[in-house]
């Protein structure tokens, strides 16, 4: 207890940023020992100046800090501090990770983590690559990591745990703030499943720069990024160009080169980002050998279909087509296109959406 006071603590002292708290713990060890050091032993440490070294021997941990804490025990949660073993292995290497983790649920050290972002707005689209993506690399042994925003990131969150897979949500506020409101449900579905995780003191709102500030962590903890649907704006660039800088891999799903929304993923990939479709387009780029993973066997490839299917389904993409323009295509009457469709869907390889719209099911 008295020890995490001094962690949250010490992430108050106005002038120490990231970089700074860890160049302090790499000298005294400890946070409590920075508080008790001299003023010229704080003045060895690269980063503190004069004045710094002041405002440390003269500062009071403010009352807030001891009711943040307070509110974390009161909630069930936890903090993993940077000197902790089950501290994210592949986050203590990037430029400026967080002294500080507060977690709900089981945040794995050194899980293979891949984090899948997008658009907020996402389309129909967007949204079933994302869950199918999800899904395939959870059964293949992925943890799916992201931000639990609307769109993409809740697709990604929910086709996880649609085949029992893990899962890790950082967000851009504190835990005690579940932020959209409407991914309550999805909040605590996730704790059960993985973590729900935060740099932020515990009632932190969901204030604009937070977010920015928190995708270093989502690419940070993260062997490579999945970019799903991004304007040429999108904060998901922002994850992209962040795993870039930390040496992570970067990949992107194309969608329509007549859809906005996808403009950011095509100049992703026209930068040198990797093209993906399937999830074997990562596990490949990732060099990771299947006998590290659990075996895979494709649902689609023990699934018969009639010739009659076949030809509704060449005629299908992941981009929904009104059941006019099939029955048009296939020549066929609208009855017996319908009656495929079913077929189709119910076998799992057609989704339909709102209007009479249907797209293939699979990635």
């Not at 304007?231 to 922002?238: A, V």
């Not at 989704?351 to 099911?361: A, D, I, L, M, N």
């Given at each position: ?99 500080v983790l507060y977690v709900y649920g ?220 099939l029955v048009r295509e296939l020549s ?23 209007g009479k719209f249907f797209s293939r099911?699979?990635?």
């Amino acid at each position: 207890m008295q020890s995490l006071i001094h962690w949250l603590g010490l992430k108050t002292v106005p002038g120490v940023g990231n970089r700074l708290f860890l160049n302090l713990l790499q000298q005294f060890g400890e946070p409590e020992k920075v508080f008790s050091a001299s003023r010229e032993a704080l003045l060895q440490v690269d980063g503190v100046s004069d004045r710094l070294s002041s405002v440390i021997k003269g500062y009071e941990i403010p009352e807030e800090v001891h009711e943040d804490l307070a509110l974390v025990e009161k909630n069930g949660a936890g903090i993993i501090t940077f000197s902790d073993s089950n501290y994210p292995t592949l986050l203590r290497h990037i430029h400026d990770p967080p002294p500080v983790l507060y977690v709900y649920g089981k945040l794995r050290p050194d899980s293979l983590n891949i984090a899948i972002v997008g658009s907020r707005n996402a389309t129909s689209y967007g949204r079933t690559v994302t869950e199918r993506l999800s899904g395939d690399l959870s059964q293949r042994g992925f943890t799916i990591v992201s931000g639990m925003a609307r769109g993409i990131d809740s697709a990604a969150h929910a086709g996880t745990l649609a085949v029992g897979g893990k899962t890790v949500a950082v967000l851009g506020c504190g835990l005690g703030t579940i932020y959209p409101a409407e991914n309550r449900k999805l909040f605590h579905r996730i704790t059960e499943n993985g973590a729900v995780v935060s740099e932020f003191s515990f009632m932190t709102p969901p204030e604009a720069h937070n977010f920015p500030v928190r995708n270093r962590i989502i690419s940070g903890v993260s062997l490579g990024t999945v970019i799903v649907e991004a304007t040429h704006q999108s904060g998901s660039l922002i994850t992209a160009r962040l795993a870039a800088e930390q040496g992570r891999e970067v990949f992107a799903v194309p969608g329509s080169v007549k859809s906005f929304k996808s403009m950011g993923t095509h100049r992703l990939i026209k930068e040198g980002a990797k093209l993906v479709e399937h999830a074997d387009d990562i596990v490949e780029e990732l060099n990771i050998t299947q006998e590290a993973l659990p075996d895979d066997t494709s649902v689609a490839s023990s699934i018969r279909l009639t010739s009659a299917e076949e030809k509704v389904l060449d005629k299908l993409s992941p981009y929904p087509i009104h059941i006019d323009n099939l029955v048009r295509e296939l020549s066929l009457s609208a009855g017996h296109v319908s009656g495929l469709l079913l077929q189709l869907e119910l076998k799992g390889l057609v989704t339909q959406t709102p209007g009479k719209f249907f797209s293939r099911g699979e990635l």
